[in-house]
T-cell receptor, first 114, second 115 residues
Framework: NAGVTQTPKFRVLKTGQSMTLLCAQDMNHEYMYWYRQDPGMGLRLIHY???????AKGEVPDGYNVSRLKKQNFLLGLESAAPSQTSVYFCASSKYRGPIFEAFFGQGTRLTVV | AQSVAQPEDQVNVAEGNPLTVKCTYSVSGNPYLFWYVQYPNRGLQFLLK??????LVKGSYGFEAEFNKSQTSFHLKKPSALVSDSALYFC?????????????FGAGTTVTVRA
């Protein structure tokens, strides 16, 4: 199994440009999350989803939008990128219940906004 | 609101010495608690979790963690640290109730094990 796959792994954007980060999981997990990781601040939750067609705001949702049209995919969009969005983005997924419900993480997307 | 605190930004130990990484949490109701490790330029890897039952949880790579409900703590421990344990460690919490699905992380603790 591939687990959680993020696309792309690296990206450089100019201020004002838009882009979409794709997260795909093949574990049939109900929950999916998008985090950003910044030095000294750990992982901060941007948006999350508890199932297909549902999304919710996390701690730092401003400037981002998400969609979960299919259970296996969770897209993170930046409509107008800003330098403050330079970060490493991680996607994760987990089950709601069962013996294994810890979150599984992708390898991350390093985004630089210039 | 739920939250996790990791009071130490950095922990430095000598190889072979005990390693402890501290974590305290706040959550409504009973918690699900997790420890993750991140090696440079990699994603987070799961180490161990507490769901219910025995307060001492054993995980990967010789790590263990002790759940203390009265102190709302979940400290990560390893009896004898290795240089290869040098990494960034995250504690995380999720409420066990059905109406709050968020997984919240602490800021992380950088562990350096010197030879």
């Amino acid at each position: 199994n591939a687990g959680v796959t993020q696309t792309p792994k690296f990206r450089v954007l100019k201020t004002g440009q838009s882009m979409t980060l794709l997260c795909a999981q093949d574990m049939n997990h109900e929950y999916m999350y998008w985090y950003r990781q910044d030095p000294g601040m750990g992982l901060r939750l941007i948006h999350y989803s508890v199932g297909e067609g549902t999304t919710a705001k996390g701690e730092v949702p401003d400037g981002y939008n998400v969609s979960r049209l299919k259970k296996q995919n969770f897209l993170l969009g930046l409509e107008s990128a800003a330098p403050s969005q330079t970060s490493v983005y991680f996607c994760a997924s987990s089950k709601y219940r069962g013996p294994i419900f810890e979150a599984f993480f992708g390898q991350g997307t390093r985004l630089t906004v210039v | 609101a739920q939250s996790v605190a990791q009071p130490e930004d950095q922990v430095n130990v000598a190889e072979g010495n005990p390693l402890t990484v501290k974590c305290t949490y706040s959550v409504s109701g009973n918690p699900y608690l997790f420890w993750y490790v991140q090696y440079p330029n990699r994603g987070l890897q799961f180490l161990l979790k507490y769901i219910t039952g025995d307060n001492l949880v054993k995980g990967s790579y010789g790590f263990e963690a002790e759940f203390n409900k009265s102190q709302t703590s979940f400290h990560l421990k390893k009896p004898s640290a290795l240089v290869s344990d040098s990494a960034l460690y995250f504690c995380a919490v999720r409420a066990s109730t059905s109406d709050d699905y968020k997984l919240s992380f602490g800021a992380g603790t950088t562990v350096t094990v010197r030879a």
